[in-house]
């Protein structure tokens, strides 16, 4: 559930998705990773982010099951999960919402709190919780 009613705007291939505001730390660029084993192909490994480490995670991928592109991308919002920071990589950081979106849908998806109109688009907004126990459960499995 978005805890603030507001959310960040980012794309993700052709796709527009909603980052609660109140998860979002700050916006970066990449640098590049350090791989780390890992079973979930959408992990490109640990990048730094001035005096620590935060796993890189490639938003498109992770929601679509498949393997990043081979370009690393150029940003990643930084994004707190219960304790834990984690960097999602994406195409574009678009805007901020506040107020103007209207909810027109529910959840398409486990990993989705719903659906709203951002003007004349679309927005499917995450539920970051459920996408790291997606991590988490990809990790354990197998």
Known sequence: ???????????????????????????????PPRAVPSRSPAMRGVMPLRDRHVSLIHLGALLTGGAPPAPLGETAVVVMVGRAALALEVDDVEEVVDRGATQVGGAPAGWAAGVWRVGEELVTVLELGVLAERLSEIGEST
């Open 1 to 31: 559930m978005i805890s603030t009613g507001a959310f960040l705007v980012v794309r993700a291939g052709r796709e527009r998705y909603g980052l609660d505001l109140g998860a979002v730390r700050e916006v970066v660029d990449v640098a």
